[in-house]
Every structure is written in C-alpha cells, then in structure tokens.
C-alpha cells in the first residue's frame, strides 16, 4: 500500500517499532497527554523560527537542510527532498509551522533503525522527541495488527476498548478525520497532521495564500 520509497521506509520502521510494543493502554491515556504534548509543540516554534531563516512562515528546501545539517540528520539529498515533498502538504513549496512537526517526527521515527541510538536523543532535542515518541506509541497501540497502517476497524477497535457509551460515532469521526487521502486506511503521516490539529496548533495564516514567487 506505500505509494513511494519513503512511505515504504516509514511502513518498514514502523514495523520494526511496533515489534518492541507500546506502553499505551487505551485511547484515553492518548487523549491525556494532549496539555503536554500541547506545550512540547509550542516549544518547538522556538526551532521553527530558528530555520526560517527569511521569516517568510515557511521553510524551503535550502532551509530544510540547513536544519538537518545543524540537528546532525544525515539524510542523502534525495531523502531531505522525498520528506519535503510528503510533508509539504498544499504542495506550495514551503514547509509551514504544522508541517514541521510532522516532518521531524517522520525523521525521529526514521532515525530509530540507527544503531546504537537506544536511549540516546536522536536529534539532540529530548523533549520534544518524547513528544514524538507519544505519537508513535499511540500509532503502535492504534495498528493493532502491526501492518503499519491504522484501518476503520482497528480505529474502531481502540475506542471501543475505552468504554466510551457514543464511541461508535467519536471513531468513525476521528477515523474521517485522519483519513485525508480518503484511501480507508490512515499512515502515519496522515496521524500525525490529524494529531497537530486536534492538539490545538494551528499556524494562523491561511490568508496569505498568494504569496509565493516573490522575491
Ligand atoms: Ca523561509
Ligand atoms: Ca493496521
Ligand atoms: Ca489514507
């Protein structure tokens, strides 16, 4: 079901995660987390800001790498531009503030088949790469059957598990929600956008559509 080398990469290290297990136990303790997660996350404008080096909101390819090579993320020319392209999601050629979450828990997640990297911080930032750890373990507790993927059924699944009376519908709904290609099953990436916009971050620019190509 990956469509490209890096989703294959990120289906495969995924995988390889999922076979340590979770210490997620149901979707409620997920939801708990979220105040955390919250300020984790507005912490991590600090470093977005930092790589916007034209503070035009966005962050371009020769920023990306720049970024990667101040974190010591060795990733070949065509990885940084694989991940730009998944990450940049409205295809406007310009990483924005949610986006970057995503795109660096997409690398920690990557970053986990290094050797010799148990226990150590991976990208030099450990609170957020606890955050980032949040997510792939509420992915691993949702993908019940370890495929690397999350399907209506296992969503389902998980919510029923926290005896909600209306889980049911709150599934179907959150299932939607993820489910942004509309393909029946939810990759990680797809998560991880839902996750920035339930816990609240939102980049607050969506007026200024037209502005790319000025120089
Ligand atoms: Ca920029
Ligand atoms: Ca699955
Ligand atoms: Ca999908």
Same mark, same amino acid.
């Given at each position: 079901?990956?469509?490209?080398?890096?989703?294959?990469?990120?289906?495969?290290?995924?995988?390889?995660?999922?076979?340590?297990?979770?210490?997620?136990?149901?979707?409620?303790?997920?939801?708990?987390?979220?105040?955390?997660?919250?300020?984790?996350?507005?912490?991590?404008?600090?470093?977005?800001?930092?790589?916007?080096?034209?503070?035009?909101?966005?962050?371009?390819?020769?920023?990306?790498?720049?970024?990667?090579?101040?974190?010591?993320?060795?990733?070949?020319?065509?990885?940084?531009?694989?991940?730009?392209?998944?990450?940049?999601?409205?295809?406007?050629?310009?990483?924005?503030?949610?986006?970057?979450?995503?795109?660096?828990?997409?690398?920690?997640?990557?970053?986990?088949?290094?050797?010799?990297?148990?226990?150590?911080?991976?990208?030099?930032?450990?609170?957020?790469?606890?955050?980032?750890?949040?997510?792939?373990?509420? !992915?691993?507790?949702? &993908?019940?059957? *370890?495929? %690397?993927? $999350? +399907?209506?059924? /296992?969503?389902?699944? #998980?919510?029923?598990?926290?005896?909600?009376?209306?889980?049911?519908?709150?599934?179907?709904?959150? !299932?939607?929600?993820? &489910?942004?290609? *509309?393909? %029946?099953? $939810? +990759?990680?990436? /797809?998560?991880?956008? #839902?996750?920035?916009?339930?816990?609240?971050?939102?980049?607050?620019?969506?007026?200024?559509?037209?502005?790319?190509?000025?120089?």
């Amino acid at each position: 079901m990956a469509e490209t080398k890096l989703e294959a990469k990120m289906v495969e290290a995924m995988q390889r995660r999922a076979s340590v297990g979770t210490a997620m136990k149901s979707f409620n303790s997920v939801i708990l987390k979220f105040p955390k997660i919250d300020e984790s996350l507005r912490n991590c404008k600090a470093v977005f800001e930092q790589f916007d080096e034209d503070s035009n909101g966005a962050i371009d390819n020769e920023e990306l790498k720049k970024c990667f090579n101040k974190l010591q993320i060795s990733f070949t020319e065509e990885e940084i531009s694989d991940l730009f392209k998944a990450c940049d999601f409205n295809q406007n050629m310009g990483i924005k503030f949610n986006e970057f979450i995503v795109l660096l828990c997409l690398v920690y997640l990557l970053k986990d088949n290094a050797p010799g990297h148990e226990g150590k911080s991976r990208m030099g930032m450990p609170n957020l790469e606890a955050t980032f750890e949040t997510f792939v373990d509420a !992915f691993v507790f949702l &993908d019940k059957n *370890k495929d %690397g993927f $999350v +399907s209506k059924n /296992e969503m389902v699944q #998980a919510i029923n598990e926290s005896g909600e009376r209306s889980s049911g519908r709150i599934a179907m709904k959150r !299932f939607e929600e993820m &489910d942004w290609d *509309k393909n %029946g099953s $939810v +990759s990680f990436k /797809e998560f991880l956008f #839902a996750f920035t916009n339930w816990v609240g971050i939102d980049d607050a620019e969506d007026d200024e559509d037209e502005e790319e190509g000025t120089v």
